[in-house]
């Protein structure tokens, strides 16, 4: 079962050139365990400008590639669980958008590649990941020793069905790393993360990079860890920030025993069975 820890999330800003946005991340990271973090999150696509034709010539694999190096070594050092945001992923042809988490011997504890890929058209907004991204197949509860993490990247969260197969399957946390932006972040973001936190009666981390008003996608902020009630624990602005939370495993027992909705739930009446 999960244990208190202390759970930082990094609001980075990400630049153009990838060896500045993996030192800066690094420096980051290294500035959150300096204030007690055991568990350090990153945001979505922190090595890479978030702009779909781009993700290919900043991919990289595992495990030879800069950053998943840099990610290893530092949770080593630091003696910390590491969710590495993400990066643009290659293996073979395929360029996924992948989050991947390091324990404190270095050691890789999970792989998400994001399974949701975000497509849209929206005013003011049109995205489509799956111009140049590949979505993963499968979902990601790892084990890290202080709690269980079910990883979610950003689109992913949209889909409740994804956030309670991995409340079903153990995670105390759904840790998010993000980029939502600034047509469906004022909506979304807030009630998205409180949402799957009260679903699934489990903390939620989202982590955002910071704005950049000058970049083609301008990201949201606002980082935020709601708690198992659907509390706010913690939110960031839109700049650069560390935003840090005691993680307290007595709140999702206390909530569940409160509310029972996991054991309440209708299992038997929850398939359609179309009659013709
Ligand atoms: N990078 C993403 O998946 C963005 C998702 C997003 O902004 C949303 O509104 O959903």
Redesign the pocket.
């Known amino acids: 079962m999960i244990k208190k820890c202390k759970l930082a999330i990094c609001q980075i800003k990400v630049a153009e050139d990838k060896a500045v946005n993996i030192k800066h991340a690094g420096e980051l990271v290294r500035q959150a365990a300096g204030r007690g973090a055991q568990v350090v999150v990153l945001p979505?696509?922190f090595n890479c400008p978030?702009e779909t034709h781009l993700f290919p010539g900043y991919a990289e694999t595992y495990p030879s590639g800069e950053t998943v190096q840099m990610l290893s070594r530092l949770a080593a050092e630091l003696d910390i669980v590491l969710v590495g945001g993400s990066i643009p992923e290659r293996e073979k042809d395929v360029v996924y958008?992948t989050c991947f988490t390091f324990g404190p011997r270095g050691t890789l504890l999970g792989r998400h590649r994001?399974v949701?890929?975000?497509d849209?058209d929206l005013p003011g907004?049109r995205?489509q990941?799956s111009s140049t991204l590949g979505p993963g197949s499968e979902f990601t509860v790892i084990d890290a020793g202080w709690c269980k993490i079910g990883v979610m990247?950003?689109?992913?969260?949209?889909f409740p069905e994804l956030a309670r197969l991995l409340a079903l399957a153990g995670a105390d946390i759904l840790v998010v790393p993000?980029?939502?932006?600034t047509?469906?972040?004022p909506a979304?973001?807030d009630l998205?993360m409180r949402a799957r936190a009260v679903d699934n009666q489990v903390f939620v981390a989202a982590a955002s990079p910071a704005r950049d008003n000058q970049g083609g996608y301008v990201a949201?902020g606002h980082s935020m860890v709601v708690d198992p009630w659907g509390d706010v624990l913690a939110r960031a602005g839109t700049g650069e920030e560390i935003i840090m939370v005691e993680v307290n495993p007595e709140k999702i027992r206390e909530v569940r025993r409160r509310l029972p909705l996991l054991t309440l739930r209708r299992t038997d009446l929850y398939t359609i069975n179309r009659k013709r």
């Open positions: 979505e696509m978030y958008n994001k949701h890929l975000f849209v907004l995205v990941e990247i950003c689109f992913d969260v949209r993000a980029a939502f932006n047509v469906t972040g979304h973001w998205t949201y």
